[in-house]
């Protein structure tokens, strides 16, 4: 007999072994144990794999085969742990910018209490109004030092707009923003990128402010993972918009600091695929690192159809430093939607979607998807649209179906719309009433853009005449969750509390990975491991 030197003391009496999981049951479970050390062993001769917990299963004890040893995955630990130390998060999670104020400062405040980020929905909004969406916000946050942002449009057609913008975010310390829907650069957020760049004690270019570009195309990609244009920096200068030292800091920085990949989503969307896409911008961002040697590389988020922990644990798979949902916030509790459009989207499914014209974009022909299910909209934007590209003027529209338009779609005569467009314009853009009055077609754009604006608005109020015209932003990721939220507690909209949803696919994702894992070493992991149904979490 060999003695055990280890101790002095008599032998502890046997205890029995902790048997490693084999059957597919216990190898569920075990998949799913994601904050435990688990040790991947196998039978002696090429035998079953399994996987222990408990360090007295180790092969030199058990005489099992060591194949791995994994620790725990936490699902704070899914992402870039550089994006959550720059930005003071617990988890690697956003909650996107949902325009006139959907995403309200009840979200945004909710999912930064529980470790996340949000974009206050400030595009569409009036400038008081996004005062007001601030000044809530940080009253709220900023004692107890939680993050948030807020959301930058690109405004083709108001570039003044978008400078009075950024303008209130400098003001009000705004220190995060999604630049959304930029086919281009311009001064307004190249203005905000710099501001505040400043040089730290060991030399190194860092940031006040961080700007989240939006992007779904490598071609709109690439000025936001270079550093800013010199002409217009030195435009913003001779404007005294920035400073001398920040126009020359910002030669060393990337202009953005993370990009949000956006892929089939709603609203503005190219509908692409996540995988290619993110793949080619992941391969943009790499060469453009390797071109400039930024100290601190381009971080990359993804977008676009995350609607279910399998699509948030492929989006990480992918690489991705965050992950970013919108489409399924707009049903939450906090949501600022009328409870008639939530109930709709809560009930929609993966195919209710359809792509029609934008308002903010109309005379650009871009488009933006949207719920088809249950309404109007859809069809009668494109109706609206034909009749811009088929006639120069409101009065060249010929009777006939001029009457079907009052009817049918305005519900008032096209002389009166104008006159509430021109009222609305006298305050907000005058430049384009002017224009308006030159260009008999860009007025007959106006006109059109009046009911593409509104529709919105009458759907986050929720107006009963209307509803068969509600503009609902919506992308296949709500018809997703749909499906996996069926049957358990967050089926209920007064149950989606924005963090509820977000900690569930948090660690639906965490138990996919670690599923992953596991069969990866062999082990016979179930079909249903790969599936977490939603639990309340704290």
């Not at 918009?241 to 953005?256: G, K, T, Y």
């Not at 979607?353 to 005379?363: K, N, R, S, Y």
């Not at 009166?416 to 006298?426: D, G, L, S, V």
């Not at 107006?463 to 990721?477: E, H, S, T, Y």
Request: neutral net charge.
């Amino acid at each position: 007999m060999v003695m055990d030197i280890t101790s002095s003391r008599a032998p502890a009496p046997a205890t029995p072994m902790p048997t490693p999981a084999f059957s597919p049951a216990d190898l569920r479970h075990a998949a799913h144990r994601v904050r435990e050390t688990a040790i991947v062993v196998q039978e002696p001769g090429q035998g079953r794999v399994g996987v222990a917990f408990d360090p007295r299963s180790a092969p030199t004890q058990a005489g099992y085969v060591h194949l791995a040893t994994l620790p725990p995955m936490y699902p704070e630990w899914l992402g870039d742990r550089a994006f959550s130390e720059a930005h003071g998060l617990r988890f690697p999670y956003v909650g996107g910018a949902m325009a006139n104020g959907i995403t309200s400062p009840e979200m945004v405040i909710r999912l930064a209490r529980a470790g996340m980020l949000g974009f206050l929905g400030t595009a569409g909004l009036s400038l008081a109004r996004m005062t007001d969406y601030l000044t809530r916000t940080r009253q709220a946050l900023e004692p107890q030092g939680l993050s948030f942002g807020a959301n930058l449009i690109h405004s083709p057609q108001e570039p003044g707009l978008e400078m009075a913008t950024v303008e209130l975010f400098l003001e009000h310390g705004v220190r995060r923003v999604s630049a959304s829907a930029f086919m281009q650069l311009t001064p307004a957020v190249v203005r905000y990128a710099v501001h505040g760049l400043h040089r730290d004690a060991h030399g190194r270019v860092r940031r006040s402010n961080f700007l989240f570009a939006k992007i779904s195309r490598p071609e709109v990609a690439e000025p936001f993972l270079r550093p800013a244009p010199q002409k217009m920096l030195h435009e913003l200068l001779q404007q005294r918009l920035i400073s001398a030292e920040e126009a020359q800091l910002a030669a060393e920085v990337p202009l953005a600091s993370d990009l949000i990949v956006e892929s089939d989503s709603g609203g503005h969307t190219d509908q692409r695929p996540l995988g290619p896409l993110f793949s080619s911008i992941a391969r943009l961002r790499d060469r453009t690192q390797q071109e400039h040697a930024f100290d601190a590389p381009v971080r990359l988020g993804a977008a676009g159809g995350l609607g279910t922990p399998q699509a948030v644990a492929a989006a990480f798979g992918l690489g991705a430093a965050f992950v970013l949902t919108g489409s399924i916030n707009q049903a939450s509790v906090e949501a600022a939607q009328s409870p008639a459009v939530k109930e709709m989207l809560a009930t929609a499914g993966l195919a209710d979607v359809t792509m029609c014209p934008a308002g903010d974009m109309f005379e650009m022909g871009v488009e933006v998807q949207v719920l088809k299910r249950g309404n109007f909209f859809a069809a009668r934007a494109r109706r609206l649209y034909q009749i811009y590209a088929s006639y120069p003027s409101i009065e060249a529209i010929p009777e006939q179906e001029r009457q079907a338009l009052e009817r049918e779609i305005f519900q008032h005569p096209l002389a009166e719309i104008w006159q509430k467009t021109r009222a609305y314009f006298e305050t907000r853009d005058p430049d384009e009433i002017a224009r308006a009055e030159r260009d008999p077609r860009h007025r007959l754009a106006l006109v059109c853009r009046w009911y593409l604006g509104l529709s919105s608005r009458w759907a986050i109020a929720g107006v009963p005449q209307r509803r068969l015209d509600f503009q609902i932003w919506m992308g296949p990721a709500q018809g997703a969750f749909n499906d996996w939220a069926r049957g358990s507690f967050l089926e209920p909209v007064g149950a989606r509390h924005v963090d509820q949803m977000a900690l569930n696919l948090l660690e639906g994702a965490a138990r996919i990975t670690r599923a992953g894992q596991l069969r990866a070493f062999g082990a016979a992991i179930p079909p249903d491991a790969f599936d977490h149904r939603p639990l309340p979490l704290a």
